[in-house]
């Protein structure tokens, strides 16, 4: 048993010797054994002996210190009690290894250190913390940009390192009249949610505590030009304390360079000139703050609302600052509010308006959610498709539909794209599935139908033939079998089968005398798969037929119509004197496997001279084998 090993062992007894003896290995000069003692002494959860790691930190091998930086996690809670009670030498120790492994469970510890009586372990244990919320933001970002199935999860462990964080600054943001970190306050506005209360939290206290002049919290807000901020003063121009209102609106005015003396909501009122409206949205760096009126729209009447568009259309604002505003007043509960919104953002450049439309299509109100996404379809929006793909799911019916149909128009022109490229089968079976496609892909197929290029034309119709969707396409397709070009004819008289009427059915019939002898073998596999008995005497002159095809394509569909007598065509197509022929004979024979056909082939087999066709009856032998063995077993099931 090796050292690691010996001491996981160890761990497990429970025994008080265990860890002294752990402790005392720290003393030996074998590095291997100093190593394999902290890995079990960190595994032991024993809180003196974590301590004791932390106070020898400098003593043990570099080894040693790694494992110790890989588990703050496990000595986070030595790592609190060290740094509010340990000495100087003892608190730059958990700095270290805070600073070298940024860990959201270890920043309430950072938080202490905020006001740590060494201006330099202070000084540190900021810029550790920065670290801290710089990766909680870096990943925020990730997981709003992901769409994969692992995105949930991602959202769950954010929302379990933002609790992290959320204790972190409370502590801090209580502590702040002692330490005086700006980052504090500027990190908990920036994190957001449960965070950004803890300032209006140190800001209450802090006039609880004073309130005779401004403390370090109202000051910061008064300093600070940046947009959370000003996005925190306009929410704090609706607090229920009227000393907080006052701190805001002085704050919020003071960034004008000029008192204010109303509220922001007051702006929209007619006592206030279209001069201080406009002066307001000007200094108000161009409106950021609009966006947490957003839910909150319908506190004001349309009147006022209509004045503030009025107001902001004379400022000649960037697309985007156009954008943020537009797209918070459309959700007005005033219809005509929402659609003058909406006319106005369908004029400004995708650019513009790309982030807001991501945002609206998550909205609760079903003109902004349709409005959005019709947007993101017909303009390539590049967040389209994932948008689809959670509307389908919508309360809304008419979003479910428009998303419905944006994937499946995807995923159509997608088909078209590779259309070329793919097998017959592959056609088919991907075809299958898009058989339902709107009426707008149909109208294309109309139209490239009645194009005048042949390749057009013939390429539409495979098309439609393998969407399964020309029962959709009737009129056009019966119209189509007195066409001048032959392999039209060809492609419609396979699909006039599907209709089924009695219109395509004489249709049919009369293609069996086309004079092109593809439209005649198509339109008698046609008859076949109509399963039409009162066709089949039409069928019998085929049986004589010069090509090889038609007279296959007769006897297999005579057979399979009922027509016992068309087995012996077949038999004896086998021995015709033409190559083309005794192929089509192996054909249809493997394909309706009368009695005795496995006899004819072998008879076959045994005189026929052409490899090519004895490849092919070894190959219709095997399936026909195949198939004898498997109806035993049909039988019985």
Request: net charge negative; glycine share 4%.
């Amino acid at each position: 048993m090796g050292v690691a090993e010996t001491f996981s062992a160890l761990r497990l007894v429970q025994s008080r010797h265990v860890v002294p003896a752990m402790l005392a290995a720290l003393d030996s000069e074998h590095e291997a054994l100093k190593i394999a003692a902290v890995n079990a002494l960190i595994a032991s959860n024993d809180e003196p002996a974590h301590r004791a790691l932390i106070l020898r930190f400098d003593e043990l091998p570099l080894m040693a210190q790694s494992a110790m930086v890989d588990s703050v996690h496990a000595l986070r809670a030595v790592l609190a009690d060290v740094a509010r009670d340990g000495d100087d030498e003892a608190r730059g120790v958990v700095l270290r290894l805070l600073e070298l492994n940024v860990s959201y469970e270890c920043s309430e510890t950072l938080a202490e250190l905020l006001s740590d009586p060494r201006s330099e372990y202070a000084d540190r244990a900021e810029e550790a913390f920065r670290r801290v919320v710089d990766r909680y933001q870096s990943e925020r970002e990730d997981a709003a940009g992901d769409a994969d199935l692992g995105s949930v999860k991602k959202r769950e462990r954010l929302h379990e390192h933002a609790r992290h964080l959320f204790r972190a600054f409370k502590l801090a943001t209580e502590s702040f009249s002692r330490h005086r970190r700006e980052f504090v306050l500027e990190g908990a506005l920036s994190v957001g949610g449960e965070c950004r209360a803890l300032v209006t939290d140190a800001l209450r206290a802090e006039r609880e505590a004073n309130r005779d002049e401004p403390g370090p919290v109202e000051r910061f807000l008064v300093a600070r030009h940046d947009v959370r901020v000003l996005a925190f003063l306009f929410e704090r121009l609706s607090d229920h304390r009227v000393d907080i209102r006052a701190i805001a609106l002085r704050a919020f005015g003071l960034k004008r360079g000029q008192e204010v003396n109303v509220n922001f909501g007051y702006l929209l009122d007619e006592q206030v000139s279209d001069e201080d409206l406009r002066k307001t949205l000007i200094a108000a760096g161009q409106v950021p703050f609009l966006s947490m009126m957003q839910g909150h729209v319908d506190r004001y009447p349309p009147r006022a609302l209509r004045r503030l568009m009025q107001e902001f259309s004379r400022l000649n604002m960037p697309g985007r600052s156009q954008a943020e505003f537009y797209g918070t007043l459309c959700e007005s509960r005033d219809q005509s509010i929402a659609e003058d919104c909406f006319a106005r953002l369908r004029a400004l450049p995708l650019g513009d308006v790309q982030d807001l439309l991501s945002r609206l299509v998550a909205s609760k109100r079903q003109s902004s959610v349709r409005f959005a996404f019709e947007q993101m379809a017909d303009r390539g929006h590049p967040g389209a498709l994932q948008a689809a793909t959670r509307l389908i799911e919508s309360r809304f019916t008419d979003v479910r539909d428009l998303a419905s149909t944006f994937v499946a128009r995807r995923a159509y022109a997608r088909y078209v794209e590779r259309f070329e490229s793919m097998s017959e089968a592959d056609r088919r079976a991907a075809g299958a599935v898009l058989r339902h496609v709107d009426d707008g892909v149909i109208e294309e197929l109309r139209r490239e139908i009645d194009a005048a290029e042949p390749a057009v034309r013939l390429r539409a119709l495979r098309l439609l033939d393998c969407t399964h969707n020309a029962h959709r396409m009737g009129e056009t397709l019966l119209a189509l079998m007195n066409d001048q070009d032959a392999r039209v004819r060809a492609s419609v008289v396979n699909m006039l089968a599907t209709l089924r009427s009695e219109a395509a059915i004489r249709a049919i019939g009369r293609l069996l005398g086309d004079e092109d002898k593809r439209v005649r073998a198509n339109a008698i596999e046609a008859v076949e798969a109509l399963g039409e008995r009162g066709l089949a005497r039409a069928l019998i002159p085929y049986l004589s037929d010069a090509n090889n095809r038609i007279r296959g394509n007769a006897a297999k569909a005579l057979y399979n119509l009922g027509v016992e007598e068309a087995a012996q065509i077949m038999k004896a197509m086998l021995h015709d004197e033409s190559e083309l022929m005794r192929m089509s004979g192996v054909w249809a024979i493997r394909e309706t496997s009368p009695p005795g056909a496995e006899q004819w082939l072998a008879d076959r087999r045994a005189i026929e001279p052409l490899d090519s066709i004895n490849t092919r009856i070894d190959a219709a032998l095997a399936r026909l084998a195949k198939k004898r063995d498997q109806s035993p077993a049909l039988e019985t099931a």
